[in-house]
């Protein structure tokens, strides 16, 4: 079985960036997001509300298939995000902003103690930190087509996190420092790859 990296942080701290050279480095199988590919982003994006159960549903299911394969496969494998990020962040953020009402949030809540209780949990999280000034600036940076979450949402996304890092086994977290600007993140990548052969 393959062992899960998930990488964890605010949205544009890097995360995609780094889970792509992983996976180019190190050889893993990759997990990626999908925001444009997903079927109901764009709709999400352009109406709101009317398509965010939609989006919500089809991001947790996309991401438990995700990880199935790279449980099932020889190598370990890395997403950018995944299941909790898309539940503990995302889901709830949608429901504080009102995008979700509570019988929505209620159905994500149980489809992802359902998936996580069929899926075992990610055996590492590397947890990007930066402060959010610099997200910020590298959220205005990344130019994306398609942004569900606006920079009005840092601050939200991030207190999020937090809480759901606070109950997370800490023996499975690795914090790194993503404030310089390396966007090959030289600095980090021994730190990562050692505490990967330790798996």
């Known amino acids: 079985m393959g062992h899960l990296i998930a990488i964890v942080g605010n949205a544009?701290?890097?995360?995609?960036?780094?889970?792509?050279?992983?996976?180019?480095?190190?050889?893993?199988?990759?997990?990626?997001?999908q925001h444009a590919e997903r079927p109901f982003q764009a709709l999400f994006a352009a109406q709101g509300a009317r398509y965010a159960l939609a989006n919500q549903v089809d991001y947790l299911l996309v991401r438990a298939e995700q990880e199935l394969a790279i449980r099932r496969g020889?190598?370990?494998g890395v997403v950018d995000g995944g299941l909790e990020v898309d539940f503990h962040v995302?889901?709830?953020?949608?429901?504080?902003?009102?995008?979700?009402?509570?019988?929505?949030?209620?159905?994500?809540?149980?489809?992802?103690?359902?998936?996580?209780?069929?899926?075992?949990?990610?055996?590492?999280?590397?947890?990007?930190?930066?402060?959010?000034?610099?997200?910020?600036?590298?959220?205005?940076?990344?130019?994306?087509?398609l942004e569900?979450?606006?920079?009005?949402?840092?601050?939200?996304?991030?207190?999020?996190?937090?809480?759901?890092l606070a109950e997370a086994p800490p023996e499975r977290l690795l914090a790194i420092d993503a404030s310089a600007d390396d966007p090959t993140f030289a600095a980090a990548l021994e730190i990562i790859a050692a505490r990967l052969g330790e798996l």
């Not at 544009?12 to 997001?33: D, F, M, N, P, Y």
């Not at 009102?98 to 359902?114: F, H, S, V």
């Not at 996580?116 to 130019?143: G, K, S, W």
């Not at 569900?148 to 759901?164: Q, R, S, V």
């Open 90 to 145: 995302f889901t709830r953020q949608f429901r504080q902003a009102g995008k979700l009402d509570a019988a929505e949030y209620e159905l994500c809540a149980r489809l992802y103690a359902t998936l996580r209780e069929l899926l075992p949990p990610p055996d590492l999280i590397i947890h990007l930190t930066a402060p959010l000034e610099v997200v910020a600036a590298r959220h205005r940076r990344r130019n994306r087509s």
């Open 148 to 164: 569900i979450a606006g920079a009005a949402d840092l601050a939200d996304l991030a207190a999020l996190l937090e809480a759901w």
């Open 12 to 33: 544009g701290v890097g995360k995609t960036t780094l889970a792509r050279i992983l996976c180019q480095r190190l050889g893993l199988t990759s997990g990626l997001e």
């Open 74 to 76: 020889p190598r370990p």
